[in-house]
């Protein structure tokens, strides 16, 4: 990722997180799958993210030049050094991997992955030239308290602080309301897009005018029947995929759902 190479500001992007999901030799097979569908899809950044054991047959199944980028689902913030079981920027670039999902709510949940952690770890990212995708979200109690606002505009500033502005353009912001990872109850587009719009509004304040072109994504149980709608949403930018993101034909479907919704602002 050099400096000469932009990105379209708030270019469509879909992402798959396969979690603990598929072997090598599984990827392989997924990836094929989804690389017949998507060969001829414009306009639009799709990512995977296989588990770390699976990066390198994924690697191999893209070739260099795919229309599928590789993603990680974490990454330590130092470059190497006494943390056992941990993976480095620099370990992820060797295999290809563009960008890391960052501050998800199942490692902020299981791995006190907490907002300062995700700032050093997307500044460390950003380092290594891997784009960085951090994830927040209100939990079920904290939306039925009225502290959605509250919350998300700590994760924000907290898990962003000290972000060079001058790599803005390769951040991604997702929005996954914790009580929709997994559950089947997705946030309806008028609630998501509220959010994106806070976030938004919270990264200009931040960032001054180069804010409003970081992209916003929305993760938690989007389907192909739900995404047409989520995506049609002024402010969501694309979609953060766990669970249908496994099936082929179901990750293509919100890639097409995605994609002619929300056209390359510069096409
Ligand atoms: C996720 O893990 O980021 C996610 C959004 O999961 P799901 O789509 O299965 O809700």
């Known amino acids: 990722m050099s400096k000469t190479k932009r990105i379209n500001p708030r270019r469509p992007l879909v992402a798959g997180n396969w979690k603990m999901h598929r072997t090598a030799s599984d990827t392989k097979v997924l990836i094929e799958d989804i690389v017949k569908r998507v060969d001829r899809v414009a306009n639009i950044d799709l990512v995977v993210c296989p588990p770390f054991t699976s990066l390198a047959a994924a690697h191999e199944t893209l070739g260099r030049h795919s229309i599928l980028a590789l993603g990680a689902q974490t990454m330590h913030s130092s470059k190497e050094g ?8 620099p370990m992820l670039r060797e295999f290809g991997v563009r960008y890391v999902i960052l501050g998800h709510s199942e490692r902020r949940q299981y791995d006190n992955e907490t907002n300062e952690k995700v700032a ?34 700590t994760q924000i500033h907290t898990s962003l602080a000290g972000f060079p502005v001058d790599q803005i353009e390769e951040l991604v912001v997702a929005y996954e309301p914790v009580w929709a990872i997994g559950t089947g109850k997705v946030a309806t587009p008028t609630q998501a897009n509220q959010v994106h719009r806070q976030i938004r509004k919270l990264l200009v304040k931040m960032f001054g005018d180069p804010g409003a072109s970081i992209r916003i994504i929305y993760g938690g149980s989007v389907k192909p029947e739900n995404a047409v709608d989520l995506m049609a949403e002024p402010d969501i930018d694309g979609a953060l995929v766990g669970g249908a993101s496994l099936d082929a034909r179901a990750f293509f479907d919100i890639i097409e759902a995605t994609r002619p919704a929300r056209p390359n602002v510069n096409d």
């Open 82 to 89: 006494a943390f056992t079981g941990e993976i480095s920027g």
């Open 120 to 153: 050093a770890k997307a500044i460390a990212a950003i380092s290594y030239h891997l784009r960085p995708i951090v994830c927040v979200g209100e939990t079920l109690t904290q939306r039925e308290a009225g502290e959605t606002t509250a919350i998300i505009d």
